[in-house]
């Protein structure tokens, strides 16, 4: 077992850049942490988008609002949930500075990169977000009332309750699947939040310098935090560590079929004597592109020279938005 582990380890050091009821439902009180927890928006909202709109990362190491925000921004007495969703589904579809209704937080951290989600996901995640109180962050509750001079919004307090609970949440507790799942969207988390800081601050090529030096010890780092082997693996990689090995070639070309079709990917459990594999894909978005995308469109001539510089065999271009550009691999001991 010792040398198992051991070996892990330096696989981890040779692989990857890494890298509904209603309020006055009489019934609902009492059952409202069961049924919040059970509706499927919750979970879709934490898998797609809590990468950048988490309720738990601090004020400074944000990629994005917090969902509370935008609940707040986009929802007031009168609006209705079929006006909420519409208004969700309608800047998914296009975000995009014009149509902000979140200036502030455009200014803040830039628009939303364009990334294509199911429309039926949508509408569980906006339907979740009206009907429930979502997490909330400590710090926001002032926040949002110091910007709005006002002390009442909606959803206060209930929301902080039950999210609480949630970040408490062990993930050995978990099934297999959704503790591999977390374990990928933490490091998602720590690379995009990097990621995007270092293009608004630097621009595209100190980033691609950071994404060469830099991803790979971040993946590591989260790989010894969580005691599991987390790598990112390609058919078309950029750096040649991270080539999928035949199996794993197998579950990518799965993963194109279910993002082709426009479904929501769920992630593909293996289990040995003693090991749990998890695997599941990474899809691009716009922001994606100004690295990996199509030579003279999105991708610019200086940032793929040197591109080519630091990795001669590169096979990661040619991408747009909503491709399985890689799936997360993910090996734990049981
Ligand atoms: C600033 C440039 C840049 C951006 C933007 C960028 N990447 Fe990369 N990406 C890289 C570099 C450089 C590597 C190789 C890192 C290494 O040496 O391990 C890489 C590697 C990867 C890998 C590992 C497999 C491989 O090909 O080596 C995946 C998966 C990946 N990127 C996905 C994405 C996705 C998804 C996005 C958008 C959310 C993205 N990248 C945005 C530069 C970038
Ligand atoms: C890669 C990071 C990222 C992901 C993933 C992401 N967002 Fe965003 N989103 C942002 C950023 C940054 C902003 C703030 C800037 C802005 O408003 O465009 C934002 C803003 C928003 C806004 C407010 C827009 C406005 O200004 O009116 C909505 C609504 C939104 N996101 C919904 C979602 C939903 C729903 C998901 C998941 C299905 C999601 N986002 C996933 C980065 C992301």
Not at 216 to 224: E, G, I, K, Q
Not at 273 to 281: G, K, L, M, T
Request: proline fraction near 5%; charge should be positive; hydrophobic fraction near 30%.
């Amino acid at each position: 077992m010792k040398k198992i582990i051991g070996l892990l380890f330096i696989a981890t050091f040779l692989v990857s850049c890494n890298s509904g009821k209603k309020e006055n439902d009489p019934y609902s009180k009492a059952t409202k942490e069961i049924v919040s927890k059970d509706h499927p928006g919750k979970k879709l909202m934490e898998t797609n988008c809590y990468i950048c709109h988490s309720a738990t990362a601090g004020q400074n190491d944000r990629i994005g609002p917090p969902m509370i925000a935008i609940k707040k921004h986009y929802i007031n007495s009168k609006t209705t949930k079929e006006e909420f969703t519409s208004a969700m589904q309608a800047w998914i579809k296009n975000p995009n500075e014009a149509d902000a209704k979140m200036p502030g937080a455009v200014k803040q951290y830039g628009v939303m990169p364009k990334q294509y989600f199911p429309k039926e996901t949508i509408a569980q995640i906006s339907e979740y977000m009206f009907d429930f109180g979502i997490e909330q962050p400590e710090w926001f509750e002032n926040h949002f009332n110091e910007e709005r001079g006002n002390s009442k919004g909606i959803g206060n307090g209930q929301g902080k309750k039950l999210g609480m609970k949630q970040t408490k949440t062990n993930f050995e507790d978990l099934p297999y699947g959704e503790r591999g799942l977390k374990y990928a969207l933490a490091t998602k988390a720590i690379l995009g939040k990097n990621l995007m800081s270092s293009i608004q601050n630097k621009g595209v090529l100190e980033a691609l310098a950071f994404c060469n030096e830099q991803a790979y010890p971040l993946t590591d780092s989260m790989s010894v935090v969580h005691n599991a082997l987390i790598k990112r693996v390609s058919d078309k990689p950029r750096n040649p560590n991270n080539k999928a090995n035949s199996e794993e070639l197998e579950y990518i070309n799965a993963f194109k079929k279910v993002v082709a079709n426009n479904e929501e990917a769920i992630p593909i459990v293996k289990e040995s004597e003693d090991q749990v594999r998890v695997y599941y894909p990474i899809t691009t978005n716009t922001m994606c592109l100004q690295c990996h995308g199509k030579p003279n469109e999105t991708l610019n001539e200086t940032t793929l020279v040197k591109i080519k510089n630091l990795y001669p065999t590169d096979k990661a271009i040619g991408y747009t938005i909503n491709e399985v550009r890689g799936i997360w691999s993910i090996t734990y001991d049981k």
